[in-house]
C-alpha cells in the first residue's frame, strides 16, 4: 500500500494506461495515426517491401482513416 | 463523418459488433464500386494512350488533388454533400449504416476530403491485381469503421461525442497531422508508381 492509498497494482495498472492508452483514444488521435503512417513507411522503407501494392495499402488506410473526421 | 456515423448507440457488445459490420461491409461494396469505376475509365484511356502517358496523367491529376490538402482550391469530382441525414429516420439501423457505410466507401457522392483517396483509386489500375484491389477496398473501408469504435459499449449519443471530443479533433495541430498523413500517403504512392514505370 502507497502513502495514497493506492495498491502496487492500481500503481501498474495506471502506469500502463499512460503508456498505451485505451483503443478509443487511439481511434479518436490523430498524431497516433500520424505516427502509424510513419511507422508503416519506414518499416516498408527498411525492409525493401515498398511496392505499389503496399505503397496502396497504406493510403488506403490513411484516406479512410482521416476522412472520419472530415466535417 | 464521425459525428453523422454514431447511430451506432447499439449499447450491447454484439449489437455495436454487427452494426459496425454493417457499416463496414457497405464500405467494402462501395470502395469496390469506385475503383471499379475508376479501373474502367483508366483501362478505356489505355486501348489509345501509352502505360507511360497514362501513369504521367495520373501522377499530374494526383499533384493538383494534393493541392487542395494545402488549402489550394482546385476542382475536385467530388459532391459537395453529405450522406443525407434523414435515412437515419426512415431506414432501420443497420439498413442505414450499410448505407451510409457503401455512400461514404463509394467516396465521390460526398465532399472531398483527402488526396489519399483519389490517389489511391487512380493507382490502383497499375497494380495489375484484381486480388490487391479487393484487398485495398477492404482497408479503405476499415479505415473508415475505425471511428464505430468510439461508439463501443457507449448508450448514449451524448457519451460518444463525449469520446470524440470535437473542439479537440479540429484543433490545428491536428488536422495539420491528418494532412501530413495524407499528403505523405499520397506522395509514397505517386513515387513507388513512378518508380513502377520509370524505375
Not at chain 2, 181 to 191: E, N, P
Amino acid at each position: 500500500m502507497r502513502l495514497d492509498g493506492s495498491s502496487r497494482r492500481e500503481v501498474v495498472s495506471a502506469a500502463k494506461r499512460r503508456i498505451s492508452p485505451p483503443l478509443h483514444q487511439i481511434a479518436r488521435d490523430s498524431y497516433a495515426f500520424l505516427a502509424t503512417f510513419f511507422i508503416l513507411t519506414a518499416g516498408l522503407l527498411l525492409t525493401e517491401r515498398l511496392t505499389l501494392g503496399a505503397a496502396v495499402l497504406v493510403g488506403a488506410l490513411v484516406a479512410g482513416w482521416s476522412s472520419s473526421w472530415s466535417p | 463523418m464521425a459525428m453523422t456515423i454514431p447511430p451506432t448507440v447499439s449499447g450491447t457488445r454484439n449489437k455495436w459488433f454487427l452494426d459496425s459490420a454493417a457499416f463496414f461491409v457497405g464500405g467494402v461494396l462501395g470502395a469496390s464500386a469506385s475503383l471499379g469505376a475508376v479501373a474502367a475509365t483508366l483501362g478505356f484511356f489505355s486501348l489509345f494512350m501509352d502505360r507511360r502517358l497514362l501513369a504521367e496523367a495520373v501522377m499530374l491529376l494526383g499533384s493538383v488533388v494534393m493541392l487542395r490538402d494545402l488549402g489550394v482550391k482546385v476542382p475536385v469530382p467530388y459532391r459537395s454533400h453529405q450522406v443525407p441525414e434523414q435515412w437515419r429516420s426512415v431506414l432501420p439501423v443497420r439498413v442505414a449504416l450499410l448505407v451510409y457505410g457503401a455512400v461514404l466507401g463509394f467516396g465521390f457522392a460526398t465532399p472531398f476530403t483527402s488526396s489519399a483517396h483519389l490517389v489511391v483509386l487512380l493507382a490502383f489500375p497499375f497494380m495489375g491485381s484484381v486480388g490487391l484491389g479487393l484487398v485495398s477496398a477492404l482497408v479503405l473501408a476499415f479505415g473508415k469503421a475505425i471511428v464505430l469504435y468510439l461508439a463501443q459499449g457507449m448508450d448514449s449519443y451524448e457519451g460518444i461525442l463525449c469520446r470524440i471530443e470535437v473542439r479537440e479533433l479540429n484543433g490545428r495541430l491536428r488536422l495539420l497531422s491528418r494532412r501530413l498523413a495524407t499528403l505523405g500517403a499520397s506522395i509514397i504512392v505517386l513515387l513507388t508508381l513512378a518508380h513502377g514505370v520509370w524505375g
